[in-house]
Structure formats: C-alpha cells, structure tokens
C-alpha cells in the first residue's frame, strides 16, 4: 500500500452528465477528505469522513454532489448534472484522526466539462 | 478562509537555503502548522508539520516562532526539482473536533541554476 489512488485521473464529459470519482486511501488511515482545485488556486475543502461517517460538508458541496465511504474505506463523489464550472482537479486525502499525523493526497482527477 | 499568509511568490539560487516565511497570527494553541507542496500537476505533497517545537526531517526544516505567530520553512539545499507552490496551513480545528487543511494561495518557488 503505497499511498492514495485515485480513479480515473482524467475525465472529459458533456455538460449535463453525471460522473463519478473512486478514492481508495491508505488502508489504516481513517479519514478521508475531498478537495477541488482550480487552475491558479489552491485546493479547497468540500468534505471529509471519519470512518463511514461525514463529519462535514463545506458550502462549495451543492446539492449536485454527493459523496459516499461505504464501509470506511473507498470513497466515491458524484457529480450529477455537470455544468462547465464544475472543471477542476478533485484530490482525494487520507490520514489518521489525530493532528500529530500528516494527510497524504492522491493524484487527483481532472475533469474537464465540455 | 485560510489561516496563514504567505509571500506570492520567491527566487532561490540553486545550491542555496530557500527560506519561506508564514504568518499566522490568529493560531490557536492546539493547532499544528503544516507545509505541503505542489508541484505542477500533482497533488500536494507533504513535507513538514509542527506545533510549538522546531521540526526537522529529511526533506527540511520547521521554525516556528515563540509565539506562535509565524514560521518558516527552510530548504537547505535547494534543487531545481524544488521549484513547486509551497502551501502553508493551519490544521483547523484539534481532535475529533476538527481536522481539515485550508490551504491559501501558497508561495510559488522558481529555483533558478
């Protein structure tokens, strides 16, 4: 287990459709959070679990998205309904509950909405 | 909205300590500051983190005022392969009770031969 993986790294959908992202974290890790980034910006927060749980929702998380973690470990976010706006990175990150510990990111997945 | 503020942007002659400074001075007492870079393309990749003490690893070092109120990173050796946006963070939140990164705008780094 060598870090986060995201999947797939690259998506181009038609405004409209749905798409959707897999994160598979560090195994012993048990929180998971989920960042977009913009060209230029750095990565916001949209949300984070710990465990199954979803502990918090930032404002940037519509009713558009949603994101799932099934049993504490992968974790998935939805886009329904892309719109152009919605092209960015997504980055995946994981790490242990406790502040004494850093988060590692996965690659990301650019989606592109054309 | 971010915690900390940083430079834009930064020169380091290759071969030379990068010193790259943060402020943040609303930090709580319980939070740890965190450095991370991205370089282009990637995801953001962990380099250091503390909360009162001076850290030091393999990859730099952590300087982190008395009063918490600002730090800086220190490169001592800088390459080429440095040159990334470096993000400075205040880890919101302490326990179970938090935990999110809010990252800013970060300092680009351009190391220059």
């Known amino acids: 287990d060598t870090g986060v993986s995201q999947d797939p790294r690259h998506k181009i959908t038609k405004r409209g459709q749905n798409v959707t992202f897999r994160c598979d974290p560090i195994?012993?890790?048990?929180?998971l959070y989920w960042y977009r980034q913009t060209l230029g910006q750095g990565p916001e927060f949209l949300t984070y679990?710990?465990?199954?749980?979803?502990?918090?929702k930032s404002r940037l998380l519509s009713d558009r998205f949603s994101a799932e973690r099934p049993k504490g470990s992968f974790s998935t976010l939805e886009i329904q309904r892309t719109e152009q706006g919605d092209s960015a990175m997504y980055l995946c990150?994981?790490?242990?509950?406790?502040?004494?510990?850093?988060?590692?990111f996965g690659s990301g997945t650019r989606l592109t909405v054309v | 909205d971010a915690k900390t503020t940083q430079p834009t942007s930064m020169d380091c002659a290759e071969g030379r300590a990068a010193n790259l400074p943060c402020n943040h001075s609303?930090?709580?007492?319980?939070?740890?500051v965190y450095w991370y870079r991205q370089i282009h393309s990637q995801g953001p990749q962990y380099i250091i983190h503390?909360?009162?003490n001076n850290e030091t690893n393999e990859m730099a070092s952590l300087i982190i005022t008395e009063d918490r109120k600002s730090s800086t990173l220190i490169l001592p050796h800088a390459t080429l392969r440095d040159t990334a946006v470096y993000y400075c963070?205040?880890?919101?939140?302490?326990?179970?009770?938090?935990?999110?990164?809010?990252f800013g705008q970060g300092t680009e780094l351009s190391v220059k031969p």
């Open positions: 963070i205040v880890r919101v939140g302490s326990g179970n009770q938090g935990g999110k990164l809010i």
């Open positions: 679990f710990q465990n199954e749980a979803q502990l918090e």
């Open positions: 609303t930090i709580s007492g319980n939070e740890y």
């Open positions: 195994s012993e890790h048990n929180r």
């Open positions: 503390g909360l009162k």
């Open positions: 990150a994981s790490s242990h509950g406790a502040a004494a510990y850093g988060y590692t």
